[in-house]
């Protein structure tokens, strides 16, 4: 069992930067690749980017590539998405998830989500 819990959502103009976190719990937190996810109003979820369990391979969304950037420190249990030159279509909940094994961008491949944290770009 993991539980996810994403912070560091706000209100940010576009062009600013803000970085999430997600916190997971659990002693086997190396042993899962990571993703992140959005879902806009009256939108499905959609892939942002997703990283292997050691870290070594990373995964963007072409709208986001060169914008954001996935990290992880396996010994505090937490993955980080840095992003920068925000647009207001970046507008929306934010979720990390966890998959067991091999990295997928399909979000029914993750076995675990947090609970999400709203991202807000104004224009």
């Known amino acids: 069992q993991v539980q996810l819990v994403e912070s560091g959502g706000g209100l940010v103009q576009a062009g600013g930067s803000l970085r999430l976190s997600c916190a997971a719990s659990?002693?086997?937190?190396?042993?899962?690749?990571m993703g992140w996810f959005r879902q806009a109003p009256g939108k499905e979820r959609e892939f942002v980017a997703a990283?292997?369990?050691?870290?070594?391979?990373?995964y963007y969304a072409d709208s986001v590539k060169g914008r954001f950037t996935i990290s992880r420190h396996n010994a505090k249990n937490t993955v980080y998405l840095q992003m920068n030159s925000l647009k207001p279509e970046d507008t929306a909940v934010y979720y990390c998830?966890?998959?067991?094994?091999?990295?997928?961008?399909?979000?029914?491949?993750?076995?675990?989500w947090g609970q999400g944290t709203q991202v807000t770009v104004s224009s």
């Open positions: 990283i292997s369990w050691s870290g070594g391979r990373t």
């Open positions: 659990g002693r086997t937190f190396s042993s899962y690749a």
């Open positions: 998830a966890a998959v067991r094994g091999t990295v997928v961008a399909d979000p029914r491949g993750y076995d675990y």
